[in-house]
């Protein structure tokens, strides 16, 4: 889990800049809370939440990426 978020990391830093690293964080921060959340109520994380955590996390990415364009960071 390291290894791929360092990796994450470094190629979102690489290819977008500041963009990338605040999609990144955007997303670390998203991941942790939904499994806080799911941690509290179910006691757990099944395969059905890790795949809705999925489609969300991509959608967030997309939406982040397209805030951070219009207001022009980076």
Known sequence: MILSSVLAFGIGLLFMGKK??????GT?????????FFLKKLGGVTGDILGAANEKTELLCLLLLVMLER???G
């Open 20 to 25: 990338g690293v605040l999609v990144f964080l």
């Open 28 to 36: 670390c921060l998203f991941s942790f809370g939904y499994r806080l």
């Open 71 to 73: 207001i022009n960071i």
